[in-house]
């Protein structure tokens, strides 16, 4: 909800950022402007990703003439949906929070990923130190603005219990977990059972609803469809 922090966390190589991108798209669809703050990926990945979001055949940026259909195409993919905004190197959190009042300011946007937070700094004292600061900053970021702000995280690999490792995301396993716990308004843990098993199904993946303040809710992982040679979910 605007004026709320969701925190997405799940593991490396669990889809995230295309997750992310997929809502920033479906955000565009409903009329709200959105910023991505990509601290992790270079704008040609970023660039990538669209372009397959667009449905481009990637064989085209090979060539200028190519590349400037794959443009074209790309803008008329986009025409009818709000403005999706890409923004990189704002790492420090004074400069990332300038950033999005910025783009608060002159573009009007609603809904903000943060691609992710752990690339974010503020004194680099320590990892708890820094998070902790950057946590109360982006809640209050996205209340200050009636923003939705979404942060990306990484999850710690859970310790194995008589030789076994559970798979599903838990709040216990986030990254510097105390003060993101306490100031996120929403969780939600990703797990794509492909990146452990080839024989999971490539196309399941779930979501774990592990917090939401002030709601009740069902606890239970609900599963989409990863789409993921269109970069999409449904």
Request: hydrophobic content about 35%; aromatic content about 8%.
């Amino acid at each position: 909800a605007f004026g709320e922090w969701c925190v997405l966390a799940a593991r490396p190589g669990q889809l995230k950022s295309t997750f992310a991108m997929h809502w920033q798209s479906t955000a565009a669809l409903h009329g709200h402007t959105s910023l991505l703050v990509q601290l992790e990926m270079s704008k040609k990945q970023v660039s990538k990703k669209v372009c397959i979001q667009a449905g481009v055949d990637l064989s085209l940026l090979k060539t200028v003439d190519g590349a400037r259909r794959a443009h074209e195409q790309v803008k008329r993919y986009f025409e009818s949906r709000a403005k999706c905004l890409f923004e990189t190197g704002c790492n420090q959190i004074d400069a990332l929070e300038r950033t999005i009042e910025f783009y608060v300011e002159q573009y009007g946007i609603r809904f903000v990923i943060i691609d992710h937070q752990g690339y974010v700094w503020w004194r680099r004292e320590s990892e708890y130190v820094d998070q902790t600061e950057i946590a109360k900053r982006v809640k209050r970021i996205a209340k200050d603005n009636d923003i939705a702000i979404v942060s990306l995280v990484h999850l710690r690999r859970p310790p194995s219990t008589q030789g076994k490792t559970s798979r599903e995301p838990t709040l216990d396993q986030l990254r510097a977990s105390g003060e993101i716990e306490q100031s996120a308004d929403v969780v939600i843990g990703a797990r794509w059972p492909d990146a452990e098993s080839k024989a999971a199904g490539k196309e399941t993946y779930l979501l774990y609803p592990l917090k939401c303040r002030d709601r009740d809710f069902d606890s239970q992982p609900f599963k989409v469809r990863a789409i993921t040679h269109e970069q999409r979910f449904e």
